[in-house]
């Protein structure tokens, strides 16, 4: 068996399921609306160049830009369940399978961070009053990039996971030490201090015992990776829905007990529940931080609504994807929910979310209200028109589903 | 002797999932109120087919299916809220803690909170499931979460239970429990339709059993009945049916 065809094979099936969707992910109106985000990005940010504010925190603004690219190292396998019985004779030259993987792993995702890299060399070098070289810094990044994506590599075949969970912690912190060093300390210092962290970081991954292939670590995050690709292509049109991974956020377990006890509500239950354990509100959260952030520190100009109405939007899109979450769920074909419930409880739950997004997100402009009360409550009216637009899309779509069914 | 008003009533049914080549053929059976009956054949000899067209998730070719007097078109909600079902494999949310389940499925139902409250602490114990009630799904092993889909059936409390294979991955323990609470819920009045394998087990708790083979029913009635149908007389199910689907095709 030719296992490096074998890997290339399944790789050409997987994409091959993926790109007769872009079409329609290019044709949708929401990759306009991206469009036109990335042209108003591109005119707010040459303008940002030109007229670059005094203090601006530059190396905090690439640190905290460039460490995530830096340490995000997720890998397609392809592998399947029915691997641990069909492929697990082939464990010892498993490494042809892998070695592919390396390229989508490592140069793919390298190349992105050197682009995004380059985008932002303009405003450091002209913020910055001690700028590194530019090609010393691709070099440090790109060797960060590769002991990142060895590391995570290292930490799925690692048999203990609470390991594994300490030496992606370590991963994360000698990165961003790493890269810290580079841009607030001497070029020589910064050296020396990555390489010796680096080298410790080395021998602490080879001391916890470890599988030749973790299998089924590997298969699930595949079927991870492969419900995320399918969970961005939902945005934009139907495609079935992989599996989601699912966190336990303890913290969340009460949201949705208070909903009244009725047939009407019992969706709303299922549907709070999902939302609450699913990637979708780890991204919203880190929308609605991230944005309530930029929003404060650009309060005081124009652009702070349109990155308010970027986070909204992207808040919409992702609370969207929960509406194919349920689509084809055994038992609620089977239960006795009352006709029209799943959609009357799905608009109502996105809406009542995206509404709270839109207050949440819009409270740091308070600070600016008694400078500019109108700019503060048309921002907040644009945003709740947002909001509206929304409802009335989703609306739209479960009238056109319903025509659908009747047929 | 058929009671006037059967809770489920299969007259005639033929499906499948081809037009050109149904599964069933012209099957007619019927479950009374209290009354544990075990559909049994071989692989694919449509048992699985027969419940889905039951549970909605098929349309019939021919033929029509009523529970307690009510089709699917006729009143969809009334329709699925007297059923109950436990599949082959469990079915769950990942997301949901076996605790969340019974509770989606109380409210599904329309049971009163309290109920719900009494009835999945009762389960719960049954199944020795109370330190599991607040782990998510995903962290079960096969056999707790056939029991999960087993309580959700039970906490519904409908009147008629659809049951497939329900002693896959169950614990001996497990399996005592569920036939003891499948007795209790009978005798309460509650009727059930079960699909088994283990005919030795199930030989001693079913009233009466429906023999499919091939599509067609090929014998239905008591055990004793059955055994007359076969020409083996005070023989075990697993003879009988034996006699039943390697005799050829006997009505």
Redesign the interface.
């Known amino acids: 068996m030719n296992l490096s065809e074998l890997f290339a094979k399944r790789r050409g099936q997987f994409w091959g399921q993926v790109l007769p969707y872009l079409g329609y992910v290019i044709q949708s109106g929401v990759a306009v609306v991206f469009l036109f985000l990335l042209i108003a990005f591109s005119a707010w940010y040459t303008s940002l160049v030109m007229n670059v504010p005094p203090g601006l925190p530059i190396r905090w603004i690439m640190l905290a830009i460039l460490v995530p690219l830096a340490v995000n190292s997720s890998v397609r396998t392809y592998l399947r369940p029915a691997d641990t019985v069909f492929l697990l004779p082939q464990e010892p030259r498993m490494d042809m399978y892998f070695a592919k993987r390396r390229v989508s792993g490592v140069v793919y995702k390298l190349m992105l961070l050197m682009l995004v890299l380059i985008t932002l060399w303009p405003l450091y070098i002209r913020s910055d009053d001690q700028p590194k070289m530019l090609l010393a810094t691709v070099l440090l990044l790109a060797v960060l990039k590769r002991l990142s994506s060895w590391g995570s590599w290292r930490e799925q075949h690692i048999v203990s996971r609470p390991a594994a969970a300490g030496l992606r912690v370590l991963r994360w912190c000698i990165i961003l030490l790493s890269a810290a060093s580079w841009f607030w300390y001497p070029v020589l210092h910064s050296v020396i201090f990555t390489s010796l962290t680096a080298l410790a970081y080395i021998a602490a991954c080879s001391v916890p015992s470890r599988y030749k292939v973790a299998w089924e670590r590997l298969i699930l995050l595949e079927k991870r990776h492969a419900a995320r690709v399918m969970m961005v292509l939902s945005w934009f049109v139907n495609v079935p829905q992989g599996e989601q991974r699912v966190y336990a956020r303890k913290w969340l377990s009460r949201w949705g007990s208070g909903i009244p006890w009725n047939k009407g509500s019992a969706y709303r239950f299922l549907l709070i529940k999902s939302l609450s354990r699913s990637d979708v509100f780890g991204i919203l959260l880190r929308v609605l931080v991230l944005g309530a952030v930029l929003v404060w520190v650009t309060r005081d100009s124009l652009a702070s609504a349109a990155v308010y109405l970027a986070a909204l939007m992207i808040s919409g899109l992702q609370l969207s994807s929960l509406r194919k979450v349920h689509k084809e769920s055994f038992w609620l074909m089977v239960y006795p929910l009352p006709e029209g419930s799943r959609h009357h409880n799905e608009i109502k739950l996105l809406f009542q979310v995206q509404l709270l997004w839109a207050v949440l997100l819009w409270l740091p402009l308070l600070f600016s209200i008694m400078s500019d009360p109108g700019f503060v409550l048309g921002t907040l009216a644009a945003g709740l028109l947002t909001v509206w637009l929304f409802r009335a899309s989703a609306i739209r779509s479960v009238k056109k589903e319903e025509a659908e069914e009747d047929l | 002797m058929m009671n006037e008003h059967p809770v489920l009533s299969v007259k005639e049914l033929s499906g499948g999932y081809s037009l050109n080549r149904p599964v069933l053929h012209d099957i007619s059976f019927h479950v009374q109120p209290g009354e544990m009956v075990g559909l049994i054949g071989l692989n694919g000899a449509g048992k699985s087919t027969t419940m889905k067209h039951i549970?909605?998730?098929m349309n019939p070719h021919k033929g029509e299916v009523t529970v307690k007097g009510r089709s699917r078109s006729d009143d969809?909600?009334?329709?699925?809220?007297a059923?109950g079902?436990v599949?082959e494999s469990p079915?769950l949310?990942?997301?949901?803690?076996v605790r969340?389940h019974l509770?989606?499925?109380a409210?599904?139902?329309?049971i009163?909170?309290e109920n719900y409250e009494s009835r999945a602490a009762a389960l719960s114990g049954m199944f020795r499931m109370e330190d599991k009630m607040?782990s998510?799904s995903?962290h079960l092993s096969k056999g707790m979460r056939q029991k999960v889909m087993i309580m959700c059936a039970f906490v519904a409390r409908p009147s008629l239970y659809i049951i497939d294979e329900p002693f896959l991955g169950l614990d001996p323990l497990g399996i005592r429990s569920l036939l003891d609470f499948m007795v209790e819920i009978k005798q309460s009045g509650a009727s059930i339709l079960l699909s088994s394998h283990i005919l030795s087990t199930i030989e001693n708790y079913c009233d009466r059993f429906i023999v499919l083979h091939q599509g067609r029913i090929v014998a239905q009635g008591s055990l004793e009945s059955i055994a007359q149908e076969a020409d083996t007389p005070g023989q075990p199910l697993e003879d009988i049916f034996y006699a039943l689907t390697q005799g050829g095709s006997r009505k």
Do not use: N, Q, V
């Open positions: 549970l909605g998730l969809a909600e009334g329709y699925h809220g059923l079902f599949p079915i949310y990942e997301e949901m803690t969340e509770e989606f499925t409210r599904s139902y329309g009163s909170k607040d998510l995903s």
